[in-house]
T-cell receptor, first 110, second 114 residues
Framework: GENVEQHPSTLSVQEGDSAVIKCTYS??????FPWYKQELGKRPQLIID?????GEKKDQRIAVTLNKTAKHFSLHITETQPEDSAVYFC?????????FGTGTSLTVIP | GAVVSQHPSRVICKSGTSVKIECRSL??????MFWYRQFPKQSLMLMAT?????????EQGVEKDKFLINHASLTLSTLTVTSAHPEDSSFYIC??????????FGSGTRLTVV
């Protein structure tokens, strides 16, 4: 099956700085890569996603890049704010199979 | 957007009893539902995938006789934790959707077995 690795596991940044979270996957058949934000005790919320026919996608302060050859994709958050503090999960999917990374706990320090 | 309802949000049960968790897609037909388990500060671990009208596909290491999954309709899937024990205490969360529609998470169920 698919194996998704995510780094770092914890990340602290100063408010206003950028945060980058990286994921790698093993199954070249994976073609859909969503990112989720999960606040404590709540459901994961989809924040951005990218498909394998696209190399980069941006939505305001959030961007995702995908390198299919290297099998890695990254989440970039610019101008971080305290409300960005949460756990972020990447996932790799093909068909209807989803596999999640181990999560990154992001803390934005005011 | 798609809405997925999960109930109950919290449940406390005695060891040895069974607990049923429901996952409903409220405004769309979910051909596929996933069940995940999440331990504190850990990732979501896929337990099983269920397609409407067919048997669930369980991930390796997940006991199908202990975690009974039923996906009887396009809007409802249930997870029953049978003969629950304290080690089954966890956050269980479903995700529902369709291949070209996307997938949405339920609100999760915090199960505590005492």
């Amino acid at each position: 099956g698919e194996n998704v690795e995510q780094h770092p596991s914890t990340l602290s940044v100063q408010e206003g700085d950028s945060a980058v979270i990286k994921c790698t996957y093993s199954d070249s058949a994976s073609n859909y890569f969503p990112w989720y934000k999960q606040e404590l005790g709540k459901r994961p919320q989809l924040i951005i996603d990218i498909r394998s026919n696209v190399g980069e996608k941006k939505d305001q302060r959030i961007a995702v890049t995908l390198n299919k050859t290297a099998k890695h994709f990254s989440l970039h958050i610019t101008e971080t704010q305290p409300e960005d503090s949460a756990v972020y999960f990447c996932a790799a999917s093909w068909g209807n199979q989803f596999y999640f990374g181990t999560g990154t706990s992001l803390t934005v320090i005011p | 957007g798609a809405v997925v309802s999960q109930h109950p949000s919290r449940v406390i049960c005695k060891s040895g009893t069974s607990v049923k968790i429901e996952c409903r897609s409220l405004d769309f037909q979910a051909t596929t539902m996933f069940w995940y388990r999440q331990f504190p500060k850990q990732s979501l671990m896929l337990m099983a995938t269920s397609n409407e009208g067919s048997k669930a596909t369980y991930e390796q290491g997940v006991e199908k006789d202990k975690f009974l999954i039923n996906h009887a309709s396009l809007t409802l899937s249930t997870l029953t934790v049978t003969s629950a024990h304290p080690e089954d205490s966890s956050f269980y969360i479903c995700s529902a959707g369709a291949r070209d529609y996307g997938y949405t998470f339920g609100s999760g169920t915090r199960l505590t077995v005492v």
